[in-house]
């Protein structure tokens, strides 16, 4: 675009703004929106490259500063209102830190190390009733042993868990 285009296009824009602000507030619905977007047409005219002449400078204008307030808009919808990124920014990790998965590994480990000093059948007994959910009349059923012998090994087997955790 030539220097003399661009003198003429301001010029026209400024003598034109009224006329040009009423037929864009009309189309985009907002008298600020309209007039934020003739502010940015005028910058922009400062740089812009049009290859020919242009035949309409009122129809130019207005196309031009329609493309810039839509451009805003599309630009304002991406953007997060403040009160949305303040309650994204409070919105609680419920995800394990480094420390706290440092310790559940440390107590995973001394589970399994308090579960292999077990007897065979109280760790047999332990891990069907708790790590399988399986009934105790079912595990008794299984080992040949009775109902009141599997509760009292499961009992002990939890307590010496509980000891070597400290819990």
């Known amino acids: 675009m030539s220097d003399a285009t661009r003198t003429m296009l301001r010029s026209f824009l400024a003598a034109r703004y009224d006329d040009l602000k009423l037929r864009l507030s009309r189309r985009l619905g ?3 929106l309209a007039s934020d977007a003739l502010q940015d047409t005028y910058v922009r005219l400062g740089r812009a490259e049009v290859a020919g002449s242009v035949q309409s400078p009122a129809a130019y204008l207005f196309r031009m500063a ?3 307030a839509i451009d805003r808009q599309r630009a304002e919808k991406r953007r997060l209102a403040r009160n949305e ?3 994204l920014l409070h919105i609680v990790d419920d995800a394990p830190g480094p420390g ?3 310790e559940a590994r440390f107590e995973i480990e ?3 190390k308090a579960i292999a000093e077990l007897t065979p059948r ?4 332990l ?3 708790r790590l399988q959910g ?5 595990i008794a059923s299984r080992l040949g042993v009775s109902l009141r012998l599997v509760e009292k090994e499961l009992r002990l087997a939890q307590e010496h868990c509980a000891l070597k955790l400290g819990k």
Not at 122 to 125: C, P, S
Not at 134 to 138: A, G, I, L, T, W
């Open 127 to 129: 891990l069907a009733a």
């Open 30 to 32: 907002s008298a600020e």
């Open 110 to 112: 001394a589970l399994e």
């Open 66 to 68: 329609f493309n810039v």
């Open 134 to 138: 399986m009934p105790q009349r079912e």
């Open 100 to 102: 706290q998965i440092t």
């Open 122 to 125: 109280r760790r047999v007994i």
């Open 85 to 87: 990124v303040q309650d």
